[in-house]
C-alpha cells in the first residue's frame, strides 16, 4: 500500500516561499491524481491544489491561485508545492493525498482520496 510523506513545512515570515514535497512509496504513483489539503487550527480541511497523473493538469482553490504552484516528478514519486507570497492566512497543517482510483480528474473532492499523508507545519508569521 503506498505510503505519503510530507516534509518542508517550517516558520516562514509573510512575503516568504516555502517549498513542501510529498514522496510516495510502497504503491503507484504516476498513475494518480494527487492533491494538497490544509488545515488551520479549528478550521475543516481545506483543498489547497490538484495535479493529474501525467502533470499537464493542475486545479487550484481560489485563495492560492497565482501564489501557489503544484507539480509533479514521476520518476521520483513525488509531488511538490511551491509557495510564494505568503500570507499569515496560509498558516495550516498541509496534507497530500491520492486519489482512489487511478487517471481522475483534478476537480474532485476530499472524500476522492483515500490514501493521505501525516502533514506538515506552515507558520507564516506577520
Not at 17 to 38: D, K, N
Amino acid at each position: 500500500q503506498v505510503q505519503l510523506v510530507e516534509s518542508g513545512g517550517e516558520l516562514v515570515q509573510a512575503g516568504g516561499s516555502l517549498r513542501l514535497s510529498c514522496a510516495a512509496s510502497g504503491g503507484t504513483f504516476s498513475t494518480y491524481t494527487m492533491a494538497w489539503f490544509r488545515q488551520a487550527p479549528g478550521k475543516e480541511r481545506a483543498f489547497v491544489a490538484a495535479i493529474n497523473w501525467s502533470g499537464r493538469e493542475a486545479y487550484y482553490g481560489s485563495s492560492v491561485e497565482g501564489r501557489f504552484t503544484i507539480s509533479r516528478d514521476n520518476a521520483k514519486s513525488t509531488m511538490y508545492l511551491q509557495m510564494n507570497s505568503l500570507e499569515p492566512m496560509d498558516t495550516a497543517v498541509y496534507y497530500c493525498a491520492r486519489q482512489t482510483r487511478p487517471f481522475g480528474g483534478t476537480r474532485l473532492g476530499p472524500i476522492q482520496y483515500d490514501t493521505w499523508g501525516q502533514g506538515t507545519q506552515v507558520t507564516v508569521s506577520s
